[in-house]
């Protein structure tokens, strides 16, 4: 009932809505506090934005999401965004550099859709986005990303002009290597010759999605949930009750879950992710085991999915089992991704693979 009342409150008087959860945007706030994502002295601005914002931007949440989702849920989510929109005009107004931080921290899995796409080469990729980064600096530095009105998100708008610098960005490279002759050209491509380079324009992404799909069927249920959130985290995608509900938390952990994960975007250490999202698993699977545990598990999922996926891809039968159990070149080809540079290939090669299908589903 209480659901029922709180959708009822949300569309007719959402002031009342907000009232009624105060303890819980509080705690929201405290956490941007204790963060240091904006001072003690914000406080009361900071509320002064809630009560301007948080009433639309739970509207537009729940026409996103439905029905189903709880509206304490939609709550946190939207009072995350609004404490992130004050905290993107805190920096703006002083020019800091953390807010490009902020906003290119997935950035290389953006540019892989123009890997994906046969824009960019795998290689390039990485040189792509140290050129974007450096250009947003400039723009900050010059006060070109003033041209920001504050009447939508600040995150809507910088991600517009990154995508178009990215575009910029794959353009000039295009025009560089346009003037190199036969030769160099032949020689830059022995250089870069890797077995994810090579591939990566010959896959099917959709065939990839299904065998992908397949599996993730093999994993006990629990490990595929578990499997799944990491993927999900790992590679900055976006986290929705739908992907915290099976685990069966508590309510007040599901909503701490969804404000730390709950954006893509969100800046953090690699380090402290695992650290943190280790918290929930050990939860989950009622253990204490630290996060490198949590960290070398997925890994060795990732490069297992990673060896399967090529392998199959390339099998003409479609009805061959998909069987748990790795062969004996797979294997061969598993120990050779125990090399740094060859899992970060892997790890960049999948992320395309990851993107699609859950954007996807």
């Known amino acids: 009932m209480t659901q ?3 959708i009822d409150l949300l569309l007719q008087d959402a002031g009342s809505l907000i009232s009624k959860y105060e303890h819980l945007i509080d705690r929201v706030i ?3 506090i204790d963060h240091g994502i904006f001072m003690e002295s914000d406080y009361e601005a900071v509320r002064i934005e809630i009560e301007n914002r948080l009433p639309n931007q739970m509207l537009y949440l729940y026409r996103r999401e439905g029905t189903d989702v709880f509206v304490k849920t939609l709550l946190v989510k939207a009072t995350q965004t609004v404490c992130s929109y004050f905290e993107d005009r805190l920096l703006l107004a002083r020019k ?11 950035l290389s899995y953006h540019i892989q859709r123009y890997v994906h796409n046969k824009v960019l080469n795998i290689s390039d990729a990485e040189d792509v986005a140290q050129t974007v980064r450096e250009r947003l ?3 900050l530095r010059q006060g070109q990303l003033e041209g920001f009105k504050g009447d939508s998100l600040f995150s809507t708008f910088i991600y517009r002009v990154i995508d178009n610098l990215i575009k910029d960005a794959v353009k000039s490279r295009h025009t560089g ?3 190199l002759d036969r030769a160099e050209i032949k020689h830059d491509k022995a250089d870069g010759h890797s077995l994810f380079s090579t591939v990566s324009n010959k896959l099917e992404l959709e065939k990839l999605c299904k065998l992908y799909r397949r599996l993730l069927r093999l994993l006990k249920e629990n490990d595929q949930l578990k499997l799944e959130l990491c993927i999900k985290i790992h590679y900055h995608l976006q986290l929705g009750p739908e992907d915290v509900a099976p685990f069966g938390f508590e309510e007040e952990v599901e909503l701490e879950l969804l404000n730390l994960f709950g954006h893509a975007d969100a800046d953090r250490k690699e380090s402290v992710t695992w650290e943190l999202l280790n918290g929930f698993i050990n939860t989950f699977e009622n253990k204490i085991t630290s996060s490198g545990n949590l960290w070398k598990w997925f890994v060795r999922q990732r490069n297992k999915i990673v060896v399967k996926l090529l392998f199959l891809h390339f099998l003409t039968d479609t009805k061959v089992p998909v069987v748990k159990k790795m062969t004996e070149k797979e294997e061969f080809i598993l120990a050779k991704l125990a090399d740094r540079q060859v899992s970060k290939m892997a790890d960049e090669w999948l992320s395309i693979v990851m993107i699609e299908y859950y954007e996807k589903k």
């Open 96 to 106: 800091d550099p953390e807010i490009i931080i902020k906003y290119t921290g997935n």
């Open 30 to 32: 405290q956490q941007h």
């Open 177 to 179: 290597k346009a003037k």
């Open 4 to 6: 029922t009342e709180d």
């Open 137 to 139: 600096l400039n723009k």
